[in-house]
């Protein structure tokens, strides 16, 4: 990291100190809080994208929500916490393209603040709640540097009445692999078939050394979660994607499948028009024309639907329908 900011109320914190130490070489810029950086206007979303700065910071307030509805893989009571805003791979779908000002990585230290609002939703729940931590930044792609999963995952296997989502397209997964497996944590990889994953998920490593990864993961004991989403309209789309999960149910043991999600790309129409402005040329978006419904863009209804009940079919064929979950 060439630059790194740092808030003055965690400049002094154990985990502030492990990062910058690491660190030894770049500028640091002290700040009263992250939003001076990240929140102003007129920043230049793309243009951080090549080079971003890191941000340490202190999460305040709530800090583990409600996931939106219909975001849960089989538990009723479900919500996400963020110990990271924005992503190390640069894929063109992402939503955080849209809804940031900044590219720079805003990471959160004071992790005791998730752990309290964690125990205090799992106390609250009467059946097992679940925990997504991949939703506005990638689980594991920056562990070297976070230790979050070294952090949680031991917490979590304490907490066997509670499960953790850990999402990612990352191939850092040594803590895990140095960990027993636990039933109530979940390896959850974003796949997408090889020229998708070439063409629009930029720095991400490739479907064939994720697939490699989950089956790793799987001999060792864990069990995964798949997650194909969003579903592109790639030309040849039954052909692609039907390779993809043959490829998929080869390697990867039914039994060892926690779940799997699947489901359309779709943003509010501000969102998207944000990122069509900063990828005005960009293939994705016409692969198929552009549909706005309530408020929402996404590829015409007709052809999301054709993709999904296509996948949804041949994912019925391998897995029990308890296993499957289409996301809206």
């Avoid at 506005?136 to 066997?160: I, K, N, Y």
């Avoid at 043991?253 to 990122?275: C, E, L, N, Q």
């Amino acid at each position: 990291m060439d630059r790194i900011y740092i808030e003055k109320g965690i400049a002094d914190h154990p985990r502030t100190r492990a990062i910058l130490d690491r660190h030894p070489k770049s500028t640091r810029i002290e700040c009263e809080r992250y939003a001076e950086v990240f929140n102003p206007r007129s920043q230049n979303f793309r243009l951080q994208k090549k080079r971003p700065a890191l941000i340490l910071a202190e999460k305040h307030g709530n800090s583990v929500l409600p996931t939106p509805p219909g975001y849960s893989i089989g538990s009723s009571d479900n919500f996400y916490f963020s110990h990271m805003l924005n992503c190390l791979y640069d894929c063109r779908y992402c939503f955080l393209q849209g809804m940031y000002q900044s590219a720079h990585f805003v990471h959160f230290v004071n992790y005791e603040i998730f752990e309290e609002q964690i125990d205090e939703v799992i106390r609250d729940s009467e059946g097992t709640a679940c925990f997504f931590s991949g939703y506005d930044c990638d689980s594991l792609a920056m562990e070297s540097m976070t230790g979050f999963a070294e952090h949680f995952v031991p917490f979590f296997q304490e907490r066997p009445n509670a499960c953790l989502e850990l999402r990612t397209k990352s191939l850092n997964t040594g803590v895990l692999e140095k960990c027993e497996p636990a039933p109530n944590i979940i390896a959850a990889f974003t796949l997408s078939p090889d020229p998708v994953a070439k063409e629009f998920e930029h720095g991400a490593p490739s479907f064939e050394r994720r697939l490699q990864r989950v089956e790793s993961l799987t001999e060792q004991g864990w069990i995964v979660g798949l997650r194909l989403d969003p579903l592109i309209p790639w030309p040849g789309f039954e052909e692609v994607y039907g390779e993809m999960l043959n490829q998929i149910f080869e390697r990867v043991p039914s039994a060892s499948i926690h779940s799997v999600t699947t489901g359309g790309m779709r943003f509010p129409k501000a969102m998207y028009d944000r990122i069509v402005k900063l990828y005005p040329k960009d293939p994705l978006f016409a692969l198929a024309e552009m549909k706005t419904l309530n408020g929402q863009v996404a590829f015409p209804p007709e052809v999301e639907r054709g993709m999904l009940d296509f996948v949804l079919n041949r994912l019925g064929e391998k897995l029990p329908g308890d296993k499957i979950f289409e996301q809206v």
